[in-house]
């Protein structure tokens, strides 16, 4: 079993800054890519930004130059730095991950979410 726990969403005056951190335990051999993905109501969920293990990184590109994804191997922890939020940030953000497990096979899981509201 693993399992993904987000955390340092909440309430921000547009312009402000949130730092989102999801930290994967459980059967884990390895973690591949990570990422952050979020959705609105009434929206599909889409992709925020992506990380390798090596440490690339990708981004939508309403959040290029205000979002910044990293991750600590050690911890099996992804971040996501946010700044200069806007409106139209506000979503509820979910966290992804490749996760080996033990039984030789790689398998996507989700967090529960955490809600991020940005207020004009």
């Known amino acids: 079993q693993v399992q993904l726990v987000e955390s340092g969403g909440g309430l921000v005056q547009a312009g402000g800054s949130l730092r989102l951190s999801c930290a994967a335990s459980?059967?884990?051999?390895?973690?591949?890519?990570m990422g952050w993905y979020r959705q609105a109501p009434g929206n599909q969920r889409e992709l925020v930004a992506t990380i390798t293990r090596g440490g690339r990184t990708n981004y939508a590109d309403s959040v290029k130059g205000r979002f910044t994804i990293s991750r600590d191997n050690a911890k099996n922890t992804v971040y996501l730095q946010m700044n200069s939020l806007k409106p139209e940030d506000t979503a509820v953000y979910y966290c992804?991950?490749?996760?080996?497990?033990?039984?030789?096979?790689?398998?996507?899981?989700w967090g529960q979410g955490t809600q991020v509201t940005v207020s004009s």
């Open positions: 459980g059967s884990i051999v390895s973690i591949n890519a």
């Open positions: 992804n991950a490749d996760v080996l497990i033990p039984t030789v096979v790689w398998r996507p899981y």
